[in-house]
C-alpha cells in the first residue's frame, strides 16, 4: 500500500467512525473521539470540523513521520560504523511493525464504534466522564500488539465499555487481559454464559465441568475466580422491608419477591474485579441465562415468586421493566387454576 492510499484509506476509516457517533449522547461522543485521536491521531475536538481538516492532518502527521526516520537514520549512520545495507534493513522493519501497530488499533476503533452504535441504550449520559489519558496510554500499548481477530474484538469491546462509563476497566484487567490465553478465553467464556454482575451459581458450574474441576482450578490460580476449592462460598440475599430483594446482570434483574428481611442462601463461585471486569464484554447467547440459574437454586422455596426484568433509565432514576414471568405471584397461580 502507497502512502496515499494508506492515508485516503485511513480518511475514509476515520470519517465513517466519527459519522457513527453522531446518534450517541455529546458527553459520549466527546469521550470516543479523544480514544480515538490517541489511537489514530487525525481527529479534531469536533466531528464537524475533523471533517474539513483530517486530511491535511494525517498528510502534515506522515511528514512529521518521514522527518524523524530520516533523522533517526542520520543518527545512527554518524554514531556507528555499519553497513548501510543493515541500516536500510533495519529502518524497513521498523516501519514495518508500526504499519501492524497502527493497523491493529485502527481496526480496534472501527469495531469499538460497531459496538457503540449496536447498544446505545447501555450509555448512562450521568455516568459519563471524559476517557481518562493514563488508561488510554496503557490501553494503547496493549492495543497496538493486538494481531488476532480475537483479541482485537476483546479490546473493542474494553474500548468501547471504557467510553461509555470511564473507570469500568482497570489498568490491572488491561494487563491481565494482554496475557489472556486461549484456553483461559475459552474455559471462562463457558462460565461467563451464567454470569451474574458478580457470581456464578454452584450449580450451574457443576454442570459446566461435572467430571473435570482443573479447569476451574487454573481460573482460580488465575486470579478469575474464588470459591472452585475448599468450603463453597455463599452469598445471603436479604429482602428489604417491602420483601424485594434483586440480582444484576447484564442491564437485566431478577426481581424476587418474598417476605420482609427474609433472608436466602445460595451457594457461588465468586468473581474477582477482574473477572467480573471481563465477563462483561464476552459475548453470551442468553443475558437472562445466569439470572435464571440463580432462580433454580431458590425456587425450591414455594413462597417465592420471580421475574426477569429489563433495567432501564428514566428522567434519571432505574426502572425494572418485567419480560418473563418466572413464577407468577401466588393470587395469579390461584386464578389461572
Request: net charge negative; with cysteine.
Amino acid at each position: 500500500m502507497t502512502e496515499e492510499e494508506s492515508t485516503t484509506s485511513t480518511s475514509v476509516a476515520l470519517n465513517a467512525a466519527t459519522s457513527a457517533l453522531t446518534g450517541l449522547p455529546p458527553p459520549i461522543q466527546r469521550s470516543a473521539i479523544k480514544a480515538f485521536n490517541q489511537l489514530v491521531g487525525a481527529l479534531m475536538s469536533y466531528p464537524v470540523a475533523w471533517a474539513d481538516r483530517a486530511a491535511s492532518k494525517i498528510e502534515s502527521k506522515t511528514s512529521a513521520l518521514r522527518m524523524m526516520d530520516a533523522a533517526v537514520a542520520k543518527a545512527a549512520a554518524e554514531s556507528v560504523v555499519a553497513d548501510p545495507e543493515v541500516i536500510k534493513r533495519a529502518a524497513d522493519n521498523l516501519l514495518r511493525k508500526e504499519y501492524r501497530k497502527q493497523n491493529n488499533k485502527e481496526q480496534i476503533m472501527h469495531e469499538a464504534v460497531v459496538e457503540l452504535a449496536r447498544e446505545p441504550d447501555r450509555t448512562s449520559v450521568a455516568d459519563s466522564e471524559v476517557i481518562d489519558e493514563d488508561w488510554l496510554n496503557v490501553f494503547e500499548q496493549y492495543a497496538e500488539t493486538a494481531s488476532t481477530d480475537r483479541m482485537r474484538g476483546i479490546w473493542a469491546r474494553v474500548l468501547a465499555g471504557e467510553i461509555r462509563k470511564s473507570g469500568t476497566f482497570s489498568i490491572r484487567t488491561l494487563r491481565f487481559l494482554s496475557e489472556f490465553s486461549q484456553e483461559e478465553a475459552f474455559n471462562f467464556s463457558k462460565l461467563a454464559q451464567f454470569a451474574t454482575k458478580s457470581y456464578i451459581a454452584r450449580s450451574a458450574v457443576k454442570e459446566l465441568f461435572p467430571d473435570d474441576v482443573r479447569p476451574l482450578l487454573f481460573l482460580e490460580n488465575a486470579g478469575l475466580i474464588n470459591g472452585a476449592t475448599g468450603i463453597p462460598l455463599e452469598v445471603t440475599l436479604t429482602f428489604d422491608n417491602q420483601g424485594m430483594a434483586y440480582v444484576f446482570a447484564r442491564g437485566l434483574v431478577l426481581r424476587i419477591h418474598g417476605k420482609p428481611e427474609q433472608k436466602s442462601n445460595l451457594e457461588i463461585i465468586a468473581l474477582t474485579q477482574v473477572g467480573s471486569d471481563i465477563a462483561s464484554i464476552i459475548p453470551i447467547s442468553d443475558e437472562g441465562q445466569g439470572l435464571r440459574s440463580v432462580w433454580k437454586e431458590l425456587s425450591s422455596d414455594q413462597t417465592l415468586w420471580a421475574d426477569l426484568c429489563k433495567v432501564i433509565e428514566a428522567d434519571g432514576a432505574l426502572l425494572a421493566e418485567p419480560i418473563e414471568a418466572l413464577r407468577p405471584k401466588p393470587d395469579e397461580q390461584s386464578d389461572s387454576v
